[in-house]
């Protein structure tokens, strides 16, 4: 069983940045595949970006290209979403998630771990 633990949201301003971390503890962490997903109310969950067990395959979802980068640092058993140049369109509970395919995959169903959530409020 893998707990996953996001922290780093907030409320800011359009333009501004902030940055998402996510801890992960009780498995192998390398061995995971790591996304990023996203909620608004009244939507559905949609993927934002993913990366690969070593960090060497990103995807991301079009709205968040050159905007947001994803990263993971194995040693923490930690993966990041650094988002700038932030939107009132990007406000929503921000998901980290774990995928036993250890790519970097976009599906939702391929993640077997998900994280409680974190609220992002961008404000114009």
């Known amino acids: 069983q893998v707990l996953l633990v996001e922290s780093g949201g907030g409320s800011v301003q359009a333009g501004g940045s902030l940055r998402l971390s996510c801890a992960a503890s009780?498995?192998?962490?390398?061995?995971?595949?790591m996304g990023w997903f996203r909620q608004a109310p009244g939507k559905e969950r949609e993927f934002v970006a993913a990366?690969?067990?070593?960090?060497?395959?990103?995807n991301y979802a079009d709205s968040v290209k050159g905007r947001f980068t994803i990263s993971r640092d194995n040693a923490k058993n930690t993966v990041y979403l650094q988002m700038t140049s932030l939107k009132p369109e990007d406000t929503a509970v921000y998901y980290c998630a774990a995928s036993r395919a250890t790519i970097a995959a976009m599906p939702v169903d391929l993640y077997q771990y998900w994280g409680q959530g974190t609220q992002v409020t961008v404000s114009s």
């Open positions: 990366v690969s067990w070593s960090g060497g395959r990103t």
């Open positions: 009780g498995g192998t962490f390398i061995i995971y595949g």
